[in-house]
């Protein structure tokens, strides 16, 4: 029998039980930078040691931590579910976790690639220094979507939405578009399940199952409502 299909949308919030601390809980600032001064262009053009500094100190904090009850949570309802995720994260934890269908909107950390050409795309574990250079010759860069720049993954990501049979927001604070207009292409009528230690506003909250619980016990609970339904 054909898997029932759950997208589920994710942000900051699933990986701040592993120790990564999320954007916008601590006054817009992020690990003590302003996230003007390290992850836009205009940064990266104005001073890319400071960009390249802070990245690489993301990049360690990644590695060392580890995916949490969620992220496993949700790699576990793949035994009876087509579960596609959405992550505007950038750490690898859902992959770590076990899940195999994983979108990254704003791109990975554990990558880097060449300034002038976004296809020039390569594995990384270390730091990137000024100076590393890519086949083209360009300064190599982290593969990350800064702001203001486009988000290339988004229409595979509304096409991946469209046809959900299940729709499943976690810890993502809905501010950054085009992410967060996500939800409106869920088909109308699914259900769909919105998971946040502080429930975000969203405009299409009248249909959603609020879940207000960090996300380690948001999905034990979204399993729970699912068994049964697949
Ligand atoms: N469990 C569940 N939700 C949590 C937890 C937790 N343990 N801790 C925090 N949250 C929630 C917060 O209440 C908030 O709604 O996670 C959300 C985090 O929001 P943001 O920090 O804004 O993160 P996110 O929505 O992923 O940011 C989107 O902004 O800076 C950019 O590109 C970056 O991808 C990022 C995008």
Redesign the pocket.
């Known amino acids: 029998m054909k898997k029932k299909k759950i997208v589920v949308i994710t942000?900051?919030?699933?990986s701040?039980?592993s120790g990564l601390k999320?954007?916008?809980?601590s006054d817009g600032l992020?690990e003590g930078y302003n996230?003007e001064d390290v992850?836009t262009p205009r940064a990266w053009k104005k001073d890319p040691e400071l960009v390249l500094q802070f990245y690489n100190l993301r990049r360690k904090n990644v590695l060392d931590a580890k995916p949490n009850a969620?992220h496993t949570g949700l790699a576990a309802l793949e035994k009876d579910f087509d579960v596609h995720i959405i992550t505007?994260?950038?750490d690898d934890l859902h992959e770590r976790a076990g899940s195999t269908k994983v979108l990254h909107?704003?791109g990975q950390i554990l990558k880097m690639r060449s300034e002038k050409n976004e296809r020039l795309v390569y594995d990384i574990t270390g730091n990137i220094n000024i100076g590393d250079r890519a086949e083209d010759g360009a300064q190599l860069r982290p593969h990350i979507?800064w702001?203001e720049e486009p988000v290339p993954m988004i229409e595979e990501a509304i096409a991946i939405a469209g046809d959900a049979e299940y729709f499943v927001v976690?810890?993502?604070?809905?501010?950054?578009y085009p992410?967060a207009g996500l939800l409106h292409y869920a088909p109308y009528g699914i259900p769909k399940f919105i998971?946040?230690?502080?429930i975000?506003y969203t405009s299409a909250v009248q249909d959603i199952t609020v879940i207000e619980?960090?996300?380690?016990e948001?999905v034990r609970m979204l399993a729970e409502l699912l068994k049964g339904s697949k």
């Open positions: 942000g900051a919030g699933i701040a039980e999320t954007f916008r809980d992020w996230i992850a969620a505007q994260n950038i909107l704003h979507v702001f976690v810890g993502t604070s809905l501010v950054v992410a998971i946040d230690k502080k975000p619980k960090p996300a380690t948001g």
